[in-house]
């Protein structure tokens, strides 16, 4: 899930292209935005594995989040750099957003592909995060391209996963909630696991935190079965930004706990669930990794680390 302007865009992109990686880009109505052919393995069933848990926007300091517990992790795809993992930790591969001016895809289908072959059979692969918040009403063909690249990663490697984040917005669907679910649902992209992410903190409404069960509750009636869903938890503000209005508040440890409590009622034992966001860069500041109860920031750290251990 992304916040933010076309200029942290190109900031993000020009990161990944350097090594990096990043979930990217769009707006949303309520403030800036910061089953396939195999579904998703059904949560509480036999062979569903522990929860993982993922961050994004680590950059240099992975080590900083895994104190938190944090075990899957935003990377390009540099071979090395993923085999160099610790124990317990995967990555799940940024491979460039489907963009939503153009409607070109960040990596073209060549470089996408050769990235894949690279990856396959790597057990360090967790699988490939292939669109964050793409827009079918402004890309008609958004869905098609995130069905190619399934579909390429299943054939390769039919364990590591594909992932989206959907967004779902008034300022999308209008008059229509749920247009967006029902467009990228797994049965239409064949991705394995979709990430919901209604931000319900922000500084002049509060904390809206039935938005939790009223955004999961529309995915499943559009298609998407809650074991496909992940979880994408706000543990960031805009307070300290210099790059959009402020609109995004961090919360406080019982807004977050609130927050985490509805999640866990909502879409208990995900395969993964997603932080966003660890650096507070952009226009996503403060965001994790300044929210250790100094600054005037809340310590969200402690109730994170304790609730990874579980």
């Known amino acids: 899930m992304a916040v933010g302007s076309r200029a942290w865009l190109v900031v993000v992109l020009a990161l990944v292209a350097a090594g990096g990686s990043s979930a990217c880009t769009s707006t949303r109505s309520d403030g800036p935005a910061v089953a396939g052919q195999r579904s998703a393995t059904p949560a509480g069933s036999a062979a569903h594995?522990?929860?993982?848990?993922?961050?994004?926007?680590?950059h240099a300091d992975r080590a900083g989040a895994a104190k938190l517990g944090y075990n899957l992790f935003d990377m390009a795809p540099t071979k090395a750099d993923i085999d160099a993992l610790g124990p317990g930790q995967q990555a799940l591969v940024w491979l460039g957003n489907l963009d939503n001016t153009s409607c070109t895809p960040g990596f073209s289908y060549?470089?996408?592909?050769?990235?894949?072959?690279?990856?396959?059979?790597?057990?360090?692969?967790?699988?490939?995060?292939?669109?964050?918040?793409?827009?079918?009403?402004?890309?008609?063909?958004?869905?098609?391209?995130?069905?190619?690249?399934?579909?390429?990663?299943?054939?390769?490697?039919?364990?590591?996963?594909?992932?989206?984040v959907v967004l779902d917005a008034d300022a999308q669907c209008g008059s229509s909630p749920g247009c967006e679910f029902a467009a990228l649902r797994p049965d239409r992209t064949h991705v394995d696991l979709i990430g919901v992410d209604p931000f319900v903190c922000s500084i002049g409404k509060g904390c809206g935190f039935d938005r939790i069960g009223t955004t999961v509750g529309l995915a499943e009636t559009k298609g998407i079965p809650r074991a496909a869903l992940v979880p994408v938890i706000q543990v960031f503000g805009q307070t300290c930004n210099t790059e959009q209005s402020h609109y995004y508040k961090l919360p406080s440890q019982d807004e977050l706990r609130q927050a985490l409590a509805r999640w866990d009622a909502e879409v208990p034992d995900p395969?993964?669930?997603?932080?966003?966001?660890?650096?507070?860069?952009?226009?996503?500041?403060?965001?994790?990794?300044?929210?250790?109860?100094?600054?005037?920031?809340?310590?969200l750290q402690s109730i994170i680390k304790e609730r990874n251990a579980r």
């Open 271 to 299: 395969v993964f669930d997603f932080a966003y966001t660890w650096a507070s860069l952009g226009p996503a500041c403060p965001a994790l990794d300044r929210a250790d109860g100094t600054g005037g920031n809340a310590d």
């Open 49 to 58: 594995a522990a929860t993982l848990h993922y961050i994004s926007n680590t």
């Open 110 to 164: 060549p470089k996408f592909t050769a990235a894949v072959d690279r990856l396959a059979g790597d057990r360090k692969v967790f699988g490939y995060y292939l669109s964050d918040e793409p827009h079918p009403s402004v890309c008609p063909d958004a869905a098609a391209h995130i069905r190619q690249r399934a579909d390429y990663i299943r054939a390769k490697d039919p364990t590591q996963r594909s992932f989206i």
